[in-house]
């Protein structure tokens, strides 16, 4: 009988340390908001972070540190959404962009991933999507129609002056 308690407790534990290192804290950094538009930044971004769905590509939803209503993760490893990020610097006039859902999206490709950024939408969002979720358009693709919901069509960036 001891023998048979002992072992389901290191089940228990085991189970309990897998749940807890799958269900962890990402670190995110949020972007700064500032000018006149920060109120109505903040306001969409807060609306778009409680719309975000529980599970993106089949991944569940992490929290984030430091909590706030600009950032959200799902997975490990772990993508990640900003939003009210800036303007991408990679960002020209002649920038090719992915549509979907009625959001067009600036993808730049990184060492080990892709990271997408709204462009015409305000505020901006950025989704970080690590290469093992390939194809990395696919989380893109599941959160296009609430950033569409959250945030409002302005003028194409790739247009304006950085």
Do not use: H, K
Request: glycine residues 4%; charged residues 20%; hydrophobic residues 45%.
């Amino acid at each position: 009988m001891r023998r048979r308690l002992g072992s389901a407790v290191l089940t228990l534990v085991a189970a309990a340390l897998l749940v807890t290192s799958c269900a962890g804290s990402v670190d995110v950094a949020p972007p700064d908001l500032d000018g006149d538009s920060t109120s109505a930044a903040l306001d969409a971004c807060a609306q778009l972070t409680a719309e975000l769905p529980d599970r993106v590509v089949d991944q569940s939803s992490r929290s984030t540190t430091p909590d706030s209503p600009l950032t959200a993760a799902w997975g490990d490893p772990a993508i990640l959404l900003r939003c009210g990020v800036p303007r991408p610097a990679a960002l020209t006039a002649t920038s090719q962009l992915v549509s979907v859902n009625d959001v067009d999206w600036f993808a730049e490709e990184l060492t080990a991933g892709y990271v997408f950024t709204t462009v015409g939408r305000s505020p901006s969002v950025e989704v970080t999507v690590p290469d093992d979720y390939a194809p990395e358009i696919a989380p893109v693709t599941e959160l296009s129609a609430v950033v569409a919901g959250a945030t409002a069509e302005q003028e194409d960036q790739r247009v304006a002056s950085p």
